[in-house]
């Protein structure tokens, strides 16, 4: 039997999605002018209890964007999802960033904004209820928001 090639076009499956939150030009000042590099954000996950957020920094956009999945995928957490929605409130702070989390009922929905959205939507919980409250970083919202998913396991 003759091997299955796999054709150069089809790409291959990742294992976790991943969403770009942020991307934000940042300068450092040397002598001469400023030197300009990129910033990304990403959220990874599986939509079934795993969950990374990652920070990377490259001369380009996609660079930074490779660097920041990688960092991802360092920072993995498992959280619980048998039942939909989370089992208790929880309240966390990651720098200025301030989260609250809610269960909700079932066909509730996600009711959340942003970067809490993004997270609750790739470890798979279906039906929870968050607000934002203090910064409006993207990257400490994130991690504020994986922060207190760990605190109702």
Known sequence: MA??????????KREYEHKVL????VA?????????SFRATVVIGDRKGKVGVGMGKGADTAIAIDKAIN?????????DVSSGTIPVDAIAKFGSAQIILKPAKEGKGIVAGGAVRTVVDFVGIKNITAKMLGGKNK???????????????
């Not at 091997?3 to 291959?12: A, H, I, L, N, V």
């Not at 450092?28 to 300009?36: K, L, P, Q, Y």
């Open 139 to 153: 990257l400490n919202n994130a991690n504020a928001t994986v922060k207190a998913l760990l605190k109702t396991q």
């Open 71 to 79: 960092a991802a995928k360092k920072k993995l957490v498992q959280i």
């Open 3 to 12: 091997k299955q090639q796999q054709s150069p076009r089809q790409p291959e």
């Open 22 to 25: 942020d991307i934000a030009r």
């Open 28 to 36: 450092r000042v040397m002598a001469g002018g400023r030197r300009f």
